[in-house]
């Protein structure tokens, strides 16, 4: 039984690129959660989907977006990078919002 | 607001000391989830403990225990005769419908345990 998987593991972009990550959940987990962790800090919460809707938000602009597909994998978008946005980005999967939550091992994401 | 306190960055324990982290937590919601989690140095986060804001007993599980408490909104989680496989990242997160089930996370605790 695969958990939660996610790529790629490292990713190094330029500022002002366009990044898109790819999390596919454990089996039969329908809501998919994306985070980022900055080195040094918890995670923060960017969105969720189910349903293939985005169902919350935390407080991140625009620029970050998402999709969530008919199997329930999804992506996670993030246009015009700044180097702020250097960090892990995490995907967690799980039956329910306030279910136990599953968690990739993230991709590493490094703008330069 | 809603909001998760990890007063502690970083403790250092020698193996089979006993060590409890500490987390205090804000929201104004009477219906919320606690838990817990671990970040070894791979970087996944790792599930340890769900606990709903009606249930204050406390849980034990092999080396770990949980001590809730509503009258001082914490949730602290002790290891018992710690291991060097017990250095991690620890992370203590919060989940309530005022903000629609959002978790929130403590900024977490470094642990080392030392042979």
């Known amino acids: 039984d695969a958990g939660v998987t996610q790529s790629p593991t490292h990713l190094i972009k330029t500022r002002g690129q366009q990044v898109t990550l790819r999390c596919s959940p454990k089996?039969?987990?329908?809501?998919v959660s994306w985070y980022q962790q900055a080195l040094g800090q918890g995670p923060q919460f960017i969105f969720q989907?189910?349903?293939?809707?985005?169902?919350q938000r935390g407080n991140f602009p625009d620029r970050f977006s998402g999709h969530q597909f008919p199997n329930y994998s999804s992506e996670l978008n993030v246009n015009a990078l700044l180097l702020g946005d250097s960090a892990l980005y995490l995907c967690?999967?799980?039956?329910?919002?306030?279910?136990?939550?599953?968690f990739g091992d993230g991709t590493r994401l490094s703008i330069l | 607001a809603q909001k998760v306190t990890q007063a502690q960055t970083e403790i250092s324990v020698v193996e089979k000391e006993d060590v409890t982290l500490d987390c205090v937590y804000e929201?104004?919601?009477?219906?919320?989830?606690l838990f817990w989690y671990k970040q070894p140095p791979s970087g996944e986060l790792v599930f340890l403990i769900r606990r709903n804001s009606f249930d204050e007993q406390n849980e034990i599980s092999g080396r770990y225990s949980w001590n809730f408490q509503k009258s001082t909104s914490s949730f602290n989680f002790t290891i018992t005769a710690s291991q060097v496989v017990d250095s991690a990242v620890y992370f203590c997160a919060l989940s309530a419908a005022e903000y629609g089930n959002k978790r929130v996370f403590g900024a977490g605790t470094i642990l080392r345990v030392k042979s």
């Open positions: 967690a999967s799980s039956l329910a919002s306030n279910q136990p939550q599953h």
């Open positions: 929201t104004r919601d009477t219906t919320y989830y």
């Open positions: 989907y189910y349903e293939e809707e985005e169902r």
């Open positions: 089996s039969g987990h329908d809501t």
